[in-house]
């Protein structure tokens, strides 16, 4: 029987280089010889973008109905396109998962069991191997999100938010230490990347050049 893959999310505030590390972390994988996706959230389903395009683009949204489009973009994301890729022995590595929402919404007031009863409606038990959390201030993470185009509706609510943002992260992985992995996001590239390999090595065994 084939043996199920590993499933990978990346966390962080804005400009954490979560993408970045996405495609390194999937390219080094697929070199070690592993069958590999990249994906993101909100997205990842033709459905699912449009759900991104209305989040993003639209608002405000009551918090507790707006983690309920991302958990319903979440849900098709998983049921029809990571489940069956780790079953057939793939590895996903997807920018964002069910903690962004807690982090993001939370910081706008979504209760916490709120988000727990969401998660258990809609993941049903599922959840990541391993979580990657790339830290940085919000004054660095901002500054960066800044210099590229076409700010989205999240980048453009103040510091204090993503400060908030940021203190939820740090809450989620002190909480499930066995799940999340924190990486200091503040260096270089290249040692974000080498730091990212080194855990998936120590946490789920992968060697990767
Ligand atoms: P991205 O810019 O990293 O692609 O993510 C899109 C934005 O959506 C980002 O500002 C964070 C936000 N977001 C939430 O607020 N809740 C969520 O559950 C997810 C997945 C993203």
């Known amino acids: 029987m084939t043996q199920r893959g590993r499933f990978i999310t990346l966390e962080g505030g804005e400009g954490a280089g979560k993408s970045t590390q996405a495609k390194r972390l999937a390219s080094a994988l697929a070199a070690a010889g592993r069958p590999v996706l990249r994906t993101r959230e909100p997205g990842g389903t033709p459905g699912a973008e449009r759900i991104r395009t209305l989040l993003l683009g639209h608002g405000p949204w009551d918090p507790v109905a707006e983690a309920m489009m991302m958990f319903a973009a979440r849900r098709e994301h998983v049921v029809r396109v990571i489940r069956p890729f780790l079953a057939a022995g793939g590895w996903v590595v997807c920018d964002r998962f069910a903690d962004s929402t807690l982090a993001y919404q939370g910081a706008q007031g979504l209760p916490r069991e709120v988000w727990a009863r969401l998660v258990d409606v809609a993941l049903d038990g599922f959840a990541p191997d391993l979580t990657l959390m790339l830290d940085l201030p919000p ?45 200091d996001a503040g ?4 040692d974000v990347s080498a730091a990212i390999r080194a855990t998936v090595q120590s946490r789920l065994g992968q060697a990767m050049d």
């Open 139 to 183: 004054e660095a993470g901002m500054a960066r999100a800044a210099a590229r185009s076409g700010a989205d509706r999240y980048e453009r609510m103040g510091l204090g938010f993503h400060a908030a943002v940021r203190a939820g992260f740090l809450r989620i992985a002190a909480a499930e230490p066995a799940r999340c992995a924190v990486v």
């Open 187 to 190: 260096q270089g590239v290249d």
